[in-house]
């Protein structure tokens, strides 16, 4: 069974700072993982998805990386802001028979507060 | 192009009660995922719909059922409601062949 841990579960950082959350899990053979943003009480915004044959993807001040021997990724995030702010959570999809179907086993996310 | 959207936003019922959520996939999608959120929770898998089937599920009880229509739409039923069901309901849409995962704003319910 696959399983995902998410370290620190809350981080607060002096706006500008740089910082790294990082994710883990099990069972290393995925198809893709992703990271999302999420705000109180909202829905889930994809961030970034890195393939098992990628090694990372960056998109403006995110970076995140994949390690699926380890089992491990982190998320990179330069020149935080206020507006960064939020519950940030990593998922994993299972390779099910190398389709892209199947469900998303997501950690329990890193709240991240980022102060003037 | 409208994302994915689910209704209604809000929902109070009363234990022992049965609830139907809904959601309407990204266009030019046509798999639908429904996921639990508990507060301070990652979301938890429920159950997948493609083609009007159920395609995989997650470990939910039976009172937890669904249904997808031609268009692709979709609808989450939860029967004999508990308290421990009183969760955001997230939907996600997504296309064959592609692996994101679109979701929605979600469904907050109440359980009394």
């Known amino acids: 069974k696959q399983e995902v841990t998410q370290i620190p579960a809350a981080l607060s950082v002096p706006e500008g700072e740089n910082l790294v959350l990082n994710c883990s899990f099990t069972?290393?053979?995925?198809?893709?993982l992703q990271w999302f943003r999420q705000d109180p009480g909202k829905g889930l915004t994809s961030l970034l998805l890195?393939?098992?044959?990628?090694r990372e993807q960056t998109s403006g001040r995110l970076n995140a990386s994949l390690d699926k021997s380890s089992g491990r990724s982190t998320l990179y995030i330069a020149a935080s802001q206020p507006g960064d702010s939020a519950t940030y959570l990593c998922?994993?999809?299972?390779?099910?028979?190398?389709?892209?179907?199947?469900?998303?086993?997501f950690g329990q996310g890193t709240i991240l507060t980022v102060h003037p | 192009d409208a994302g994915v959207t689910q209704s209604p936003t809000h929902l109070i019922k009363t234990r022992g009660q049965q609830v139907t959520l809904r959601c309407s996939p990204k266009?030019?999608?046509?798999?639908v995922s429904w996921y639990q959120q508990a507060l301070g929770q990652g979301p938890q898998f429920i159950f997948q719909?493609?083609?009007?089937?159920?395609?995989q599920r997650g470990n939910f009880p039976d009172r937890f059922s669904g249904h997808q229509f031609p268009n692709y739409s979709s609808e989450l039923n939860v029967n004999a409601l508990l308290l421990g069901d009183s969760a955001l309901y997230l939907c996600?849409?997504?296309?064959?062949?592609?692996?994101?995962?679109?979701f929605g704003p979600g469904t907050r319910l109440t359980v009394t």
């Open positions: 266009s030019g999608h046509d798999t």
């Open positions: 996600a849409s997504s296309s064959r062949g592609r692996s994101v995962q679109y």
């Open positions: 719909y493609y083609e009007e089937e159920e395609r």
């Open positions: 890195i393939q098992s044959s990628q």
């Open positions: 998922a994993v999809k299972a390779n099910a028979g190398g389709t892209s179907y199947g469900k998303l086993t």
């Open positions: 069972d290393s053979a995925i198809y893709n």
